[in-house]
């Protein structure tokens, strides 16, 4: 079992910056893929940023170049750290993950994902 507890959501300008962090608890197994995922009311669920120990990091299209996601294993940490924000990175931000191993690329569905946290706001104004 894994419990993820989000942070650092917010409202913030266009043009700003932004960190989340999810802190993770209840695995002995530190070398699990992570991720943020991120969902508004009219859109399903999508994967932005997904890593784990081994691979490169995937970004989705809409967020490559302004997102950077980042693990620290010593803390069970990960973060997002968000730059140069649009009004439409506006949206519920989810850490996730998985202790199942894919081959391949680190997975960028929700499909793959079993362990969620509750989730954080951040709203950028424009």
């Known amino acids: 079992q894994v419990q993820l507890v989000e942070s650092g959501g917010g409202s913030v300008q ?17 070398d699990y893929c992570m991720g943020w995922f991120r969902q508004t009311a009219d859109k399903e669920r999508e994967g932005i940023a997904v890593v784990d120990n081994e691979r490169e990091p995937r970004y989705a299209d809409a967020v490559r170049g302004r997102f950077t996601i980042s693990k620290d294993n010593d803390k069970n940490i990960l973060y997002l750290q968000m730059d140069s924000l649009k009004a439409e990175d506006t949206a519920m931000y989810y850490c996730a993950a998985t202790l199942t191993y894919y081959e391949g690329r680190v997975p960028l569905s929700q499909h793959e994902y079993n362990y969620w946290g509750q989730g954080t706001q951040v709203t950028v104004s424009s």
């Open 14 to 30: 266009a043009g700003g910056s932004v960190r989340l962090s999810c802190a993770a608890s209840g695995s002995t197994q530190i």
